[in-house]
């Protein structure tokens, strides 16, 4: 009985999500960037149906990591349907809009890398806590460079460090002696992540890089690229987790 009470309630609110998109300017049948943002936006819907129904049957000890997978794609999805309005209405999307999307969702990506080594092995709290400030650093400096508060390079070189700490604890600091420890199916969940964190996530210093500090990009571009990212980062980086939780045999 509770279970589909949460199930009603569940679909109650991911029908509601589509709705913040019915704000006001259609999108133009030939503007691809426009389209990309509306394909991204509606498939961060469906991955927070998928997330958050696949928690209700996992083992429990999983259950907590796919909702923080669902809550991320529910926060990038509002944020997807916020930014496609802006696109249709004026042209052009200020990379700044992501940062409020970003401040909230990587961190959560994090604790993502806390919470399945958590599921299955011992864990310190320092692990949490280090790649959660790492993220932060990473992009706070990188929001204050692009807009503007401190100077463009500070902000990319600070962000780069943030960057490089969590690249650090994952590859041989704490986090990766943990995982060595743990179940074959998180160790390869962990494996995937690693790897999206590192080449993945590549793609927005570089986005930095061409548009502050080598001269500008194309803002269309530049915003395909970005949606194609967050896709697999988001998406993909959720679904290895959900990967380790359904596959994983033990009790
Ligand atoms: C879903 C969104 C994700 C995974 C966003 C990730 C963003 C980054 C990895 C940004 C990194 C940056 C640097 C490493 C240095 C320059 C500033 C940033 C913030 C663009």
Redesign the pocket.
């Known amino acids: 009985m509770s279970k589909y009470v949460n199930y009603l309630l569940l679909s109650a609110i991911i029908a509601c999500m589509p709705l913040v998109s019915f704000a006001g300017t259609n999108l133009a049948p030939d503007d691809p960037v426009g389209i990309s943002f509306w394909i991204i936006s509606v498939a961060m819907v469906a991955a927070t149906a998928f997330f958050f129904l696949e928690s209700l049957r996992v083992q429990g000890k999983f259950r907590t990591s796919l909702v923080v997978g669902g809550l991320i794609c529910l926060v ?1 999805g509002v944020h997807y349907f916020y930014m496609r309005e802006v696109w249709a209405a004026t042209g052009s999307s200020p990379t700044v809009f ?2 409020v ?2 401040i909230v ?2 961190p959560m ?1 994090m604790i993502e890398f806390y919470l399945i080594l958590a599921a299955v092995t011992a864990v310190s709290l320092g692990v949490f806590w280090r790649l959660l400030i790492g993220t932060v650093v ?2 706070v ?3 204050l ?2 807009a503007g508060f401190i100077d463009t390079t500070i ?2 070189v600070v ?2 460090a ?2 490089a700490y969590i690249l650090y604890e994952i590859f041989s600091g704490e986090a990766s002696a943990s995982a060595s420890k743990a179940a074959p199916a998180v160790q390869s969940a962990f494996n995937t992540m690693k790897w999206i964190v590192t080449i ?2 590549a793609i ?2 570089l ?3 061409l548009g502050y500090l080598a001269g500008g990009t194309d803002d269309a571009t530049l915003n395909i690229v970005y949606n194609v ?2 896709f697999i ?2 998406i993909g ?1 959720c679904l290895a987790i959900w990967a380790a939780a359904t596959t994983q045999a033990d009790a």
């Open positions: 990038a992501r940062y999307d970003w969702t990587v990506q990473m992009v400096a990188g929001y460079g692009e902000g990319f962000g780069m943030g960057w993945g996530w927005y210093p986005g930095y890089f990212a967050d980062n988001k980086f």
